[in-house]
């Protein structure tokens, strides 16, 4: 079972560690309860979220028991690890609600079979009947104040914009989350974000001055990219795990398009091939790097992953269609729509507007004297047909699904149209 901490090395996933040695020598003895929690701060999960969910996923196949928390209790409060209290805090209805659909997304990663030995839970449900007066005196008297001060997350806020005791308290709840896991379910390792040291090593030193009992912390990096910007943005906001909040399609389109620079360190982090087959793709984005091997890899196996294989197999087709490379009549209705939302379009009211106007104001070309060029030099297309005639008006049978236009210039320039449902 140690070579889950070779393997989590090799990866780039242990940014930092209690004690490796003393964690080794752990699982050495036997499989070890883990435990990683994600609190409801919005709908969904996000990518971001996914290096700790998948390191935990990993750490569960070597052998291990695995604890997924969903906080809905410390999603009323808010961590204060990077973030402001000027954000407005959320409903209990809305984080139940939250609570809920984070439960079924954990649960497409994690074996909580009755065999398993794992488990999700809610930190609600420890918290919820602890009165104030029995959080202070049995869990509060724990935490000497100049350590809180002392910890990252709460001294960057001190120097700058301040925190209230709100957020202050976060940290005592979540070490009390460790020490209720450590009780109910024996969880001796706690893994997160590097973010969240401070708050996880407070919960080993809850648990040792309380039962005396010696537990694990185990960070994860936060990840960067090569070209400075955020991992897991868009220029449409962030990733996330919810199809109905990032479309399928466009959770593969932003595996696909994976910078060079970064591809091999995503395969490491994210991909569950083994060392040996992301070492060949490392070989072949190395190499050959204009045929992306090694971004389809990584898009097809996530997507798959968190989709399905059907859905993944319709995202890949309406990848090609919409270049050329298969037929756009037979992608289903809301695969073709999310397609499109990822390209330059534009909504009209109704048809009459001539291709070159069309392909103008969807963006695909920089003027209607751009799109009259495209049309005399045989590179102007809709749903796949060449246009030739610079006067082509399309018509209600060029619609597909009775509402898009698909345009295109040259290979690689793919814009849309839509017309507004009456």
Request: proline share 3%.
């Amino acid at each position: 079972m140690t070579d889950i901490l070779d393997d989590l090395a090799w990866r780039g996933l242990i940014a930092q560690s209690t004690d490796i040695d003393a964690l080794r020598a752990a699982m050495n003895e036997g499989p070890i309860t883990v435990y990683c929690g994600f609190d409801p701060t919005a709908p969904s999960l996000h990518v971001g979220n996914l290096v700790p969910l998948l390191t935990l996923t990993r750490i569960q196949r070597a052998g291990n028991h695995v604890v997924g928390l969903v906080g809905g209790a410390t999603g009323l409060i808010g961590d204060p690890s990077g973030k402001s209290e000027e954000r407005a805090l959320n409903s209990t209805e809305v984080v139940a609600e939250w609570v809920q659909r984070i439960r079924v997304q954990v649960e497409k990663f994690l074996d909580l079979s009755d065999d398993s030995g794992s488990v999700l839970v809610s930190n609600l449900d420890w918290t919820a009947g602890l009165s104030t007066i029995d959080f202070l005196r049995d869990v509060g008297k724990h935490f000497p104040v100049n350590r809180m001060l002392a910890r990252e997350s709460v001294s960057a806020r001190l120097s700058g914009e301040g925190l209230s005791y709100t957020e202050f308290s976060y940290q005592i709840l979540q070490a009390n989350d460790y020490l209720e896991l450590y009780r109910r379910h024996g969880c001796t390792l706690q893994i997160g974000g590097s973010d969240q040291w401070g708050n996880i090593t407070a919960g080993c030193d809850l648990i040792r001055r309380v039962e005396g009992g010696h537990v694990h912390a185990l960070t994860v990096p936060l990840i960067t990219k090569a070209d400075g910007t955020k991992f897991g943005k868009t220029a449409g906001g962030a990733v996330w795990l919810d199809p109905e909040l990032t479309s399928p399609y466009a959770f593969y389109q932003f595996w696909l398009n994976s910078d060079d620079r970064d591809v091999v360190k995503f395969l490491k982090i994210f991909s569950f091939r083994s060392r040996e087959e992301i070492e060949a793709l490392e070989k072949s984005a190395s190499e050959r790097p204009a045929a992306r091997e090694a971004q389809r890899a990584l898009a097809e196996e996530f997507t798959t992953l968190l989709h399905g294989a059907d859905e993944c197999a319709a995202v890949i087709a309406a990848s090609g269609a919409l270049f050329g490379q298969g037929s756009l009549t037979e992608l289903p209705e809301r695969t073709l729509a999310a397609a499109l939302a990822e390209v330059p379009r534009t909504t009209v009211p109704a048809l009459g507007a001539s291709y070159v106007d069309l392909l103008a104001d969807s963006g695909v070309v920089e003027s209607r004297s751009a799109a009259r060029r495209a049309v005399k030099e045989g590179g102007a297309y809709l749903n796949n047909v060449r246009v030739t005639d610079e006067a082509f008006v399309p018509a209600a049978e060029d619609l597909l699904h009775g509402r898009f236009l698909v345009l295109r210039r040259g290979k690689r320039s793919v814009g849309g149209v839509e017309v507004a449902a009456g």
